[in-house]
Nanobody, 120 residues
Framework: VQLQASGGGLVQPGGSLRLSCSASGTISTVNTMGWYRQAPGKERELVATISSGGITNYVDSVKGRFTISRDNARNTVYLQMNSLKPEDTAVYYC???????????????WGQGTQVTVSS
């Protein structure tokens, strides 16, 4: 399973960005999808997750500003980021828990990361 993320970039405070991450390869089932981020000198932290049934979870610092969604037909997860702040600056990684075949346990896969910089 390969993950391809896109949509990062430089944006001014208060601006918006939309990240996308598509999973490809041999996939039987896609379970939870999510986004993590890692700022310089900090540990990687969970940003948001979405279950196969559409249940979402957010870290407190992004609640009300970020929205995670998924397109199951395209095995794609999105992160709409509004009202961006300088402290949102980080490399954002997508992650997917997926099964390659029905009889194989699901495991986590990671994308390559996309840089988001919020600065004036």
């Amino acid at each position: 399973v390969q993950l391809q993320a896109s949509g990062g970039g430089l944006v001014q405070p208060g601006g918006s960005l939309r990240l996308s991450c598509s999973a490809s390869g041999t996939i039987s089932t896609v379970n939870t999808m999510g986004w993590y981020r890692q700022a310089p000198g900090k540990e990687r932290e969970l940003v948001a997750t979405i279950s196969s049934g559409g249940i979402t979870n957010y870290v407190d610092s992004v609640k009300g500003r970020f929205t995670i969604s998924r397109d199951n037909a395209r095995n794609t997860v999105y992160l709409q980021m509004n009202s961006l702040k300088p402290e949102d600056t980080a490399v954002y990684y997508c992650t997917v828990n997926a099964k390659t075949y029905k009889w194989v346990p699901g495991r986590d896969y990671w994308g390559q990361g996309t840089q988001v910089t919020v600065s004036s």
